[in-house]
């Protein structure tokens, strides 16, 4: 056997037999595969017929006589061209996202010369394909679209290509935010995700300013929040190629203050009569409440709105505000002042932090609807909607687990190893990015003993509780510390810590009573922790 096999051209002959020769030493390309096959298919008592093209490419493997002896040509002819041996299947993305493949093995080339790959997208302003040796990156842009992927081999005067298409929605799935973890390996992250918005999610006309550089409409929304994105659908009454995003403050009477401007996007892809997307590189925080807006600069913004009826989406006056110009000092309108009583498309996502109260004050301006101009769209256009179903874990890019809550205690770690969690949100429709975070494990018996580096409030749990809740959290030097719980009016419920404390990680227990230990009615509560130099709060559940 082994006189027989040397004398063979193995880079175009193959042995192919109904036989395991693994046991024996011999190396028989395919033989074992063949075997497994053949044995699975006909029981052994039917013909089995194998046809291998270059590349080790098996062609044809089925007990058809005929259908094999078709493809010997074929197998024949492989050799003298560029086999495409793995094809990339379609695949779907979402804006800003990046997906990686190895080409090192999708093709063979039967050439003395150096093969040479290449790529290239159709569609560059939603997908690009860069190609670094035999890795290749594909892209996700901001806009929404489909672009086919031509992914070409060529050695000399040989060439084989295969193509695949990318579809790129304009819905993201929001990650997790705030990802931490303590050396005992328990791995926190941000309150779960709002979606701030008015609109029922169906575009059923348009409201917009004249063709003003500086003119912003849009929601305001009375909470505590860290933003992450902004979403918003612009209907075609006007052509509109790009748009700006604007984040305001809100004042003491919850107007949108133009002189806190928190945030002013460059300008942004936009795709009229589709839902847009903005992720914000670095999230906004919000603690006085914030606007939210959209401005098409010298276009009239022709910004969607639905028609502000059906619970739970009904219009609510001071909640959607246009400017004619911001940079000139001009006052904020109501449009509801101006019989406009509907809401506009625009949302943002991110994390609500709690209500804001504001002053009992006439919150704009009332004049007459100057400069705005309405219709109603010829075919309604709806949004597309998700449900958020849990969150995975990962360690090291293995998952660990699942959770509905905002924390994850990994267990089995290795006393001073430095690993990497990550976690991603579940949607109905997909699964987030992971976001990730590097930590030392020094604890094996799951006490966190060393002192921490930064300040943190880690969170509570369970969450949601009954009766009792744990609360976490970390001082990063000595001094005082205060530890309040607050309803969802922002009304103080109880002192929990209000002390000097040593630098350490902490935990204190609440039992869902007020500080005259009267039980508390369940609902949505918030806690919020203060140092001299630290302030954060967050959410929790009392379920009863």
Same mark, same amino acid.
Request: charged share 15%; proline share 3%; with cysteine.
């Given at each position: 056997?082994?006189?027989?096999?040397?004398? %063979?051209?193995?880079? *175009?002959?193959?042995? =192919?037999?109904?036989?395991?020769?693994? @046991?024996?030493?011999?190396?028989?390309?395919?033989?074992?595969?063949?075997?497994? $096959?053949?044995?699975?298919? !006909?029981?052994?008592?039917?013909? /089995?017929? !194998?046809?291998? !093209? @270059?590349?080790?490419? +098996?062609?044809? !493997?089925?007990? &058809?006589? #005929?259908?094999?002896?078709?493809?010997?040509?074929? @197998?024949?002819?492989? /050799?003298?061209?560029?086999? =495409? +041996?793995?094809? =990339?299947?379609? %695949?779907?993305?979402?804006?800003?996202?990046? +997906?990686?493949?190895?080409?090192?093995?999708? /093709? /063979?080339?039967?050439?003395?010369?150096?093969?040479?790959?290449?790529?290239? #997208?159709?569609?560059?302003?939603?997908?690009?394909a860069e190609l670094t040796g035999t890795a290749l990156t594909i892209s996700s842009l901001t806009v929404a679209g489909s672009s086919d992927i031509t992914v070409n081999a060529s050695a000399g005067d040989l060439s084989a290509e295969f193509t695949f298409t990318v579809e790129v929605s304009a819905e993201t799935l929001t990650p997790p935010a705030q990802v931490e973890a303590t050396d005992g390996g328990l791995i926190t992250w941000g309150a779960d995700v709002t979606e701030f918005r008015y609109d029922d999610g169906i575009a059923t006309g348009q409201l917009g300013f004249g063709a003003n550089p500086s003119s912003v409409l849009g929601g305001v929304h009375p909470y505590n929040a860290v933003i992450n994105e902004v979403t918003w659908l612009l209907t075609s009454n006007a052509a509109h190629t790009e748009a700006v995003i604007y984040i305001f403050a809100l004042d003491g009477a919850g107007v949108p203050d133009t002189a806190q401007l928190l945030h002013e996007s460059t300008p942004q892809p936009n795709i009229d009569d589709a839902w847009n997307t903005y992720t914000l590189a670095t999230p906004i925080n919000a603690p006085n409440g914030f606007f939210v807006g959209i401005c098409t600069p010298d276009i009239f913004t022709a910004l969607g709105t639905d028609d502000g009826v059906g619970a739970p989406y009904e219009f609510q006056a001071g909640t959607q505000m246009g400017i004619a110009d911001w940079t000139a000092g001009n006052e904020w309108l109501d449009v509801g002042d101006s019989n406009y009583l509907v809401n506009f498309t625009v949302r943002a996502m991110g994390q609500?932090? &709690? *209500?804001?109260?504001?002053?009992?004050?006439?919150?704009?301006?009332? $004049?007459?609807?100057?400069?705005?101009?309405?219709?109603?769209?010829?075919?309604?256009?709806?949004?597309?909607?998700?449900?958020? =179903?849990?969150?995975?874990?990962?360690?090291? &890019?293995?998952?660990?687990?699942?959770?509905?809550?905002?924390?994850?205690?990994?267990? &089995?770690l290795d006393e001073g190893t430095t690993y990497t969690a990550a976690v991603s949100a579940v949607y109905d429709d997909g699964e987030s990015v992971l976001v990730g975070i590097d930590f030392t494990y020094t604890n094996n018996d799951g006490n966190n003993i060393t002192v921490p580096v930064a300040n943190a409030l880690v969170g509570n749990y369970p969450n949601p509780f009954n009766p009792t809740t744990s609360i976490k959290f970390a001082t990063v030097e000595n001094g005082h510390v205060t530890l309040e719980i607050y309803n969802a009016k922002g009304q103080k419920v109880k002192t929990l810590v209000n002390e000097t404390m040593s630098a350490d990680n902490h935990t204190v227990d609440w039992n869902g009573t007020d500080d005259s230990n009267n039980a508390v009615s369940s609902g949505i509560y918030f806690y919020k922790m203060r140092t001299s130099s630290y302030n954060e709060t967050k959410k929790m559940v009392l379920m009863k």
């Open positions: 056997m082994n006189t027989w096999w040397a004398a %063979q051209n193995t880079d *175009e002959v193959y042995f =192919i037999c109904t036989e395991n020769w693994a @046991a024996s030493g011999y190396d028989m390309p395919f033989s074992t595969a063949v075997d497994d $096959y053949y044995w699975d298919f !006909g029981n052994g008592y039917v013909p /089995f017929f !194998g046809v291998i !093209g @270059a590349g080790n490419l +098996l062609m044809y !493997g089925d007990n &058809g006589y #005929s259908e094999a002896q078709a493809m010997v040509p074929n @197998a024949v002819a492989s /050799f003298s061209q560029i086999t =495409i +041996l793995e094809e =990339i299947a379609d %695949q779907s993305m979402y804006l800003n996202e990046t +997906l990686d493949f190895d080409l090192a093995n999708s /093709f /063979f080339n039967p050439s003395e010369e150096d093969m040479t790959i290449t790529v290239s #997208s159709s569609n560059t302003d939603a997908v690009t609500n932090l &709690g *209500e804001v109260r504001y002053t009992e004050e006439a919150p704009v301006a009332d $004049y007459s609807n100057t400069g705005l101009v309405y219709s109603a769209l010829d075919t309604p256009i709806a949004s597309v909607t998700r449900d958020f =179903i849990e969150y995975k874990v990962y360690l090291d &890019g293995v998952e660990q687990g699942t959770t509905t809550e905002n924390e994850y205690q990994l267990t &089995g």
